[in-house]
Nanobody
Framework: QVQVVESGGGLVQPGGSLRLSCAAS??????MGWYRQAPGKQRELVAR???????NYADSVKGRFTISRDNAKNTVYLQMNSLKPEDTAVYYC???????????WGQGTQVTVSA
């Protein structure tokens, strides 16, 4: 069983920054990613990164968000800069194991961008 624990959400003013962290334990991890879900909307991909550090981003966050990971710690980070009110959502960490490609989700962390 893989445990996925997120941290780092909170309230920030427009234009501000936040850094999210997600640690996975219990298995070797292939892909790690961040998704978000705003009220009344479907969950969407924000960014993801492979074990080889290949990344891809949603168009809405390109140039503002940066995803990175520490393979030794099975930890992924999301640095969010120039935050906008439309970035407000619950952010979820998703990991895919190397063995059998099993998917696990974190519990979610709230990010609120408001003046």
């Amino acid at each position: 069983q893989v445990q996925v624990v997120e941290s780092g959400g909170g309230l920030v003013q427009p234009g501000g920054s936040l850094r999210l962290s997600c640690a996975a334990s219990g298995s070797s991890i292939a892909t790690m990613g961040w998704y978000r879900q705003a009220p009344g909307k479907q969950r969407e991909l924000v960014a993801r990164i492979t074990s080889a550090h290949s990344t891809n981003y949603a168009d809405s966050v390109k140039g503002r968000f940066t995803i990175s990971r520490d393979n030794a710690k099975n930890t992924v980070y999301l640095q969010m800069n120039s935050l906008k009110p439309e970035d407000t959502a619950v952010y979820y960490c998703r990991v895919v194991t190397q063995e059998f490609a099993r998917i696990y989700w974190g519990q979610g962390t709230q990010v609120t961008v408001s003046a």
